[in-house]
């Protein structure tokens, strides 16, 4: 670990990075943000970790507990809301025997999460399947996405 | 026999979702495999373009040759063999794959000066870029205007902000024209957080290269050498696109020192969002790049005076950025003269929801809504019936039939209760139900609040439960007045605009749609039969032949029944997520 935050740290002092670039590279590194890798850069620049927690508890891209293997986002903005995104949302958290106020199976096989919109509403309703997007999505659809997921698991 | 044959292929967020990628290869390779070039002396290239705004027909494929083009809706890499072996090779065109009126109609009704480029040219290439007139705008201004000249032709061109507040571009520069300081910034607002729209990612994805141009002559007139372009996280392509761009213009002499071969200098950097609706607002962006929480200050001062770090500061939108350009090139009346006497040039709206032809759609200024609904749009899906159309996002309002005949202008709009916004606009109809949306944007707005003033923390999280309970069947006689008395309070005393427009939608729904709430809070009732707690579903007996295809998808197992005798739901375990409603093929399950 120590050398991957050493090289996220040569690359803030290179490209006048921030706290928010430094949690980028955590995020994209980890999936998520350790704490000890918090303690570790706040001891280095000597920023108290609460900063780095400020911003990290702030934007929604950052996570501060490990994430499910699969990731499946369900834009829920307005058209995509309009056609539909909440009821495949319901029956993903359902389907997957996801815990209430949780986002992450208890196994961490799936994380199913919303976003605000990725901005293609024209081919709504929309969610993205680790990374891929997909359109014209049909609870059909993301059932076979699913079951997909599932057996290569 | 020489011909010259392209092959355009949409490779933005909605045609890669649609699978254009796979698409471009198929015809890389049938290239390739037949050796097209090498038989028949042809040049044949197949490229990428950007997106062309009419999503749902994705992957659109243009097929030109000898500059007479052909273009196919909803391409898959299988049917490439054959529209390469008949339209290219032996040139008929497979009429049936072919795109219909709707497509041509949706193009031919618009005027496009900022997607003009899009899908039309390749992003990632810059000699693409500078063959249609590219960089010759930001040349001139470099090398033979000056910054007041500059200054001037975009005061006159009538330009307002295309970020949704329509601040006069011309006066915002000028204001950091006159700022005297030593560091001056230029920042490009592409955190596009409106749910709904999407025109600055594509433009973003499909012409990174006019933002860019239309942020060096903003530099150059304001004195500045340092820009940022703030992307939001959820546009990975964008900040590709962008990337590429800004690194081939270092390497043409476009960006940098001494650009164009002037004593100019000109730096641009991309800096990447973290997800945060708020971000949008100008102080908060800034306070984000400055890797801060992105909260939003005061207005003390206007940013041109002091923002990022204190220092003067001009922050535009992208679509308003890409507009300059063509200004510096066609001149300030040629702009002035396509909106309306108040605002200058076109805008991009993306039209989604419940129309027929949903996308990006640009017009003037002062085009009638019903045109952009009716003749652009195609008119309501399934021929339903028009209900309402949301304009302006989160921070905006619906508007009903009635005001259908409005010319869309920033005044108009505001004027019957909505906003223009950042241009998004969703076509509400029959079967949607006006509370539901207003506690759809509510939620959002909730979310997003960043908890600084109290107003919008505390005011939006009370608003939203009152909508809650109502869309619930638990609302309660005052709760409508209660909720108009909320929303006044949080208008008037919120720092930024996220909570100062917040209640809009709340309100211009009671304004025009108060039956609903009342059928809600009164009959416990929903007209639409949307909000789940008040709509129960029923199999009619009578109809059903018992297939048992509803039994098969209940997620909740709570279908009894026999092959071939009617089914019934219980409705102690029925979860309401509507599955076996679309299941049935012989619509005996009744929503009420």
């Known amino acids: ?153 | 026999m020489d011909k010259e044959i392209v092959i355009k292929i949409c490779t933005g967020t909605g045609g890669v979702a649609s699978g254009s990628e796979k698409v471009l290869s198929a015809f890389q390779n049938a290239i390739a495999a037949t050796g097209t070039e090498a038989t028949f002396n042809e040049r044949c290239t197949a490229k990428k373009v950007g997106c062309r705004g009419f999503c749902s027909k994705d992957v659109l494929v243009d097929i030109i040759i000898n500059g007479e083009k052909t273009t196919y809706k909803h391409v898959k890499a299988d049917m490439v063999p054959r529209i390469f072996d008949e339209h290219i090779v032996k040139g008929n065109p497979v009429a049936e794959w072919t795109v219909g009126d709707d497509y041509h109609n949706f193009h031919q009704k618009q005027q496009k000066v900022v997607l003009s480029h899009c899908g039309e040219i390749d992003p990632e290439d810059i000699d693409a870029y500078i063959a249609v007139g590219g960089y010759e705008a930001a040349r001139k201004a470099i090398l033979s205007m000056s910054p007041e000249e500059i200054v001037d032709v975009v005061k006159k061109s009538n330009l307002r902000g295309r970020g949704g507040a329509g601040f006069p571009t011309g006066l915002k520069w000028e204001l950091g024209l006159r700022i005297r300081s030593d560091v001056k910034y230029v920042i490009c607002n592409g955190d596009e957080g409106d749910p709904g729209a999407f025109m600055d990612r594509s433009v973003m994805e499909g012409d990174p290269h006019s933002v860019i141009e239309g942020m060096i002559i903003c530099a150059k007139a304001t004195g500045s050498h340092k820009g940022y372009i703030y992307v939001r996280a959820e546009y990975p392509l964008a900040v590709k696109r962008l990337q590429m761009a800004i690194d081939t213009c270092h390497d043409r002499g476009f960006l940098g020192n001494n650009i164009f071969g002037s004593d100019f200098d000109f730096d641009l950097r991309i800096f990447q969002g973290a997800g945060a609706f708020v971000c949008g607002e100008a102080t908060a962006l800034m306070r984000s790049i400055e890797g801060k929480r992105g909260m939003p200050s005061p207005k003390m001062w206007r940013s041109a005076e002091k923002g990022l770090w204190d220092k003067p500061t001009v922050l535009n939108n992208v679509e308003t950025f890409a507009n300059v350009p063509r200004i510096i090139l066609n001149g300030s009346t040629w702009y002035r003269n396509l909106g309306t006497e108040r605002s200058g040039g076109t805008k991009v709206f993306s039209v989604t929801g419940k129309v027929k032809n949903t996308g990006l759609v640009e017009v003037p200024l002062g085009v009638p809504l019903r045109h952009i609904i009716y003749e652009i749009g195609g008119g309501i899906e399934g021929d339903k019936a028009f209900k309402a159309i949301q304009t302006g996002g989160p921070s905006g309002g619906c508007i009903p039939a009635e005001h259908l005949d409005i010319e869309v202008d920033y005044e108009s709009l505001a004027q019957v209760g909505s906003i223009m916004g950042s241009g998004g606009m969703v076509v509400l109809d029959e079967t949607s139900c006006m509370v539901n949306t207003a506690k759809f944007f509510l939620e959002f707005t909730q979310e997003e609040s960043c908890g600084k003033c109290t107003p919008c923390r505390i005011g939006t999280k009370r608003m939203l439960e009152i909508l809650d309970r109502i869309t619930r069947g638990k609302g309660r006689e005052g709760d409508i007045e209660l909720l108009e008395e909320l929303a006044r309070y949080i208008r008037a005393a919120s720092l930024c605009g996220l909570g100062m427009t917040a209640p809009n939608p709340v309100l211009s729904t009671l304004r025009y749609f108060r039956h609903e709430y009342e059928a809600h809070i009164r009959e416990k009732r929903c007209p639409a039969a949307v909000c789940r707690d008040l709509i129960t579903y029923t199999i009619r007996e009578e109809i059903c032949k018992g297939c048992g295809a509803c039994k098969k998808v209940c997620p909740a197992d709570a279908i009894r029944g026999t092959r071939k005798t009617p089914h019934k739901i219980d409705q102690s375990l029925c979860v309401k997520c509507g599955t076996c409603f679309d299941a049935c093929k012989f619509l005996s399950i009744m929503k009420a």
């Open chain 1, 1 to 153: 670990m120590e050398e991957t935050l050493q090289k996220i740290l040569e690359n803030y002092r290179n490209n006048e990075g921030n706290i928010v670039t430094i949690l980028q590279d955590i995020e994209k590194t980890f999936g998520y943000i350790p704490e000890e890798a918090v303690t570790w850069f706040s001891k280095k620049l000597d920023i108290p970790a609460s900063r780095f927690f400020g911003v990290a508890t702030f934007y929604s891209q950052f996570h501060l507990r490990p994430r499910g293997r699969n990731i499946i986002t369900v834009c829920r903005g307005t058209a995509c809301h309009v056609k539909g995104s909440e009821r495949l949302i319901n029956r993903l958290l359902i389907e997957l025997d996801i815990p209430d106020d949780e986002d992450t199976t208890p196994d961490q096989k799936f994380t199913v999460e919303k976003v605000n919109c990725i901005g293609a509403c024209g081919i709504a309703p929309v969610a993205v399947v680790n990374h891929e997007v997909h359109g014209k999505m049909s609870l059909d659809k993301m059932m076979k996405e699913v079951r997909k997921l599932k057996k290569t698991e």
